[in-house]
């Protein structure tokens, strides 16, 4: 089965197509236009900002993605995002599908995060062995998911409060650096040298939070705050200060991701462990945590391609191909929608 699938939840706007491949699915193609630029003139996403983006490069986008290629279906995200950026892909979703008389399949975005790692590029690509713990880390989300199967699947843990995506892009924020935050803060961390480390380690300590509660509990808005408080103090911030303190940040986020990842391992006993969402693209979580995993007898780490990590339409088909959710032509965009 080949399939047209739209992405257009948030600022990015995209189409891909996609087929069945064994066990899990094949890119065809993969276009991705995001409206990052106008974002960074305004430090963060302005949703009105975001869709006028989108209606001008959705057509485009798809036109791209499909070539000469015939589709058999049509797969839209239809949450959760933002009202504005739903409807375009969902309305150009069913126009599309109603025109050329293919079905219609609905996709949870967070869903299609997950099933990013059933991306294969060759035989030799393993998909994960199901049960499977799985960490979606994105700008709204941080979800723990127990995946039974492939469609039975059990919310097990994740933050009260902020998502770690949205802590990252804070923290962006409060060091100076340009939106979009996450990748800034990275590669800033990343930067310091061992030498610079060890000078200011002790210093600059951000807590971990809930790191020693027993639970699958996370909270990440005190952090936000702590690392408003270390600034502050340390005005004015000098280069090397902002990537200590980036780094810093980075180490505190991830070790608490990472943590709550092992109970969850140690209290389910999965045979993988998933990682996926915009935050997956972070080096020292994707390091750190198949580290962790693969000391675990038995378990095996899965994280998708840096370019299927953050939002893109490849991983909306390869959920349409998985789990496919037929949908009727007059299927409404659900910004509050959940993982499970
Ligand atoms: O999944 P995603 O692309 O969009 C949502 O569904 O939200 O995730 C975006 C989030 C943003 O908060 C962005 O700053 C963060 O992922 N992000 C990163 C990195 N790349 C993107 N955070 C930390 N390190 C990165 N390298
Ligand atoms: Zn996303």
Known sequence: MKVLAIESTCDETAAAVVESFGDGVRVLTNIVASSVEMHEKYGGIVPEVAAREQIKSIIPVIKEALGQMEIDAVAVSYGPGLMGSLLIGVETAKAVAWAWEKPLLKVNHLTAHILANWIRKSDEDLVPSLPAV????SGGHTDLILLKSLSEWEWIGGT???????????AARLLGLPYPGGPEVDTAGNK??????????????LPRPLIHDPSLEMSFSGIKAAIARLIES???LTEEKINVIAKEFGEAVNEVLVKKTLLA????????????????ANKILRENLKKEVEKVAGVKFFVPELKYCGDNASMVGAAAVLRPDEAVLDLKPEPGLGIV
Do not use: C, M
């Open 192 to 205: 310091v040298t061992e030498e610079v480390w060890k000078q200011y380690k002790d210093k600059f300590n």
């Open 134 to 137: 799985g960490l979606v880390v």
């Open 265 to 280: 391992v140690e209290k389910y006993q999965p045979k993988s462990v998933i990682l996926a969402g915009g935050v997956a």
């Open 234 to 236: 340390e005005k004015p």
């Open 160 to 170: 009260r409060d902020d998502a770690a995506g949205e802590a990252f892009d804070k």
